[in-house]
């Protein structure tokens, strides 16, 4: 093991990266040191790349935080994860940021989803110890406070690297959501990952339509795959107008229950009004942008329940992990997964990304 690791650091908003050296971390009581194993480019990570991210990004910074560690240190009382599974050096983990475990948040609400003292990792200065706070690096630290759990030997890392944000969010929303049964008549704004991944377990429930409203074609022909029964490709020239009337006349009465994960503008206005009456919309893809126009009173005449999710607990993650693992055989998942890139080829990633040529571009920072 080497005294320092590399790092593909960011030092101005929308530059380059630069390939740098920091000391390797060791691992604090109850914390673990890991090798990142493979990471994947996320939504958020653009955002706070560009500068566009609101959470209080300090430069500089290492970008990623959907990623997979392979243990190399553990320290003491670290070797069972949050869900009583023993952990060993070798093996494979996902982990969550830290709530502070002190607010009205984390203790009363018993939602530490919502602390507003939650340390995320990459937002943070990597110039000062522990140097390794984003997945775009060769070793990660599992702090003392983060929920951890090892992932299923099954699971591929670029996969569990994919649900450990993605996935992760999609159990926690559907949760919110509530049941959806065989009448049910489901839309899903977005065909990206979120938007497939929610595709994917809503169609175990086996509802009388999900639709999936998004683009590019690509991504719907995959959203077909994964259960979807209808697709409505969205192009953002055109008035929404016409979506809306397609989605109302393929369900009927309008979405039972509906998901917002696109996170492009206008797009709750759009949704509220594929809302059927008596309608649960869960909105997780706007986290930024300008302020949307919604009408007000389709919301309250249609009797719609709306609900707000953001990210999700340890328990999250360790479903996220058990359904990559259960279903890998209904689902192919390495079709989200885009090509595989190292710390010198990180800005091809983002690019990648960005021109939304790959749903997934994959990181593995030591090369291998
Ligand atoms: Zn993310
Ligand atoms: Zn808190």
């Not at 999900?210 to 795959?225: E, H, N, T």
Request: a negative charge; hydrophobic letters at 40%; glycine letters at 12%.
């Amino acid at each position: 093991m080497t005294a320092t690791g590399r790092a593909a650091v960011l030092h101005e908003f929308g530059g380059g990266f630069q390939t740098e050296a920091y000391p390797r971390p060791t691992a604090d009581r109850g914390g673990l040191v890991v090798e990142i194993d493979t990471a994947t480019v996320c939504g958020s990570d653009v955002h706070a790349w560009k500068g566009h991210l609101s959470l209080g990004v300090q430069l500089p910074m290492i970008l990623g935080h959907e990623m997979v560690g392979r243990i190399v240190e553990i320290g003491p009382g670290a070797d069972v994860d949050s869900v009583g599974q023993d952990l060993a050096i070798g093996d494979r983990v996902v982990w969550a940021h830290a709530a502070c475990g002190h607010c009205h948040e984390c203790t009363v609400e018993q939602t530490p989803v919502l602390c507003s003292r939650r340390y995320i990792g990459y937002l943070n200065d990597c110039s000062v110890p522990p140097y390794f706070t984003g997945a775009f690096a060769e070793y990660g630290v599992v702090r003392p406070d983060a929920g951890r759990v090892r992932v299923p030997d099954r699971v591929e890392s670029a996969w569990a690297s994919a649900g450990s944000c993605a996935l992760r969010t999609v159990v926690k929303a559907l949760d919110l959501a509530g049941s959806v049964d065989r009448d049910g008549t489901v839309v899903v704004q977005g065909a990206g990952p979120l938007g497939l991944f929610a595709t994917a377990l809503l169609s175990l429930n086996d509802p009388r339509r999900l639709v999936v409203v998004g683009g590019p074609q690509d991504r719907l022909d995959l959203a077909s795959q994964w259960g979807a029964t209808h697709t409505v490709p969205v192009d953002p020239a055109e008035d929404p107008a016409g979506r809306i009337d397609e989605v109302m006349s393929i369900t009927g009465r309008g979405a039972s229950v509906a998901f917002e994960l696109a996170g492009a503008p206008g797009v709750v206005g759009e949704g509220v009004k594929m809302m059927a009456r008596n309608g649960r919309y869960v909105l997780m893809g706007t986290l930024g942008g300008q302020p949307q126009p919604v009408d007000v009173a389709t919301i309250v005449t249609r009797g719609v329940r709306m609900t707000g999710s953001m990210s999700g607990a340890i328990g999250d993650y360790h479903r996220a992990m058990l359904a990559l693992d259960r279903y890998q055989d209904r689902f192919d998942w390495n079709r989200m997964l885009g090509s595989t890139y190292d710390l010198d080829t990180l800005a091809d990633a983002m690019d990648a990304m960005v021109s939304m040529t790959e749903i997934k571009p994959v990181v593995r920072p030591s090369g291998r």
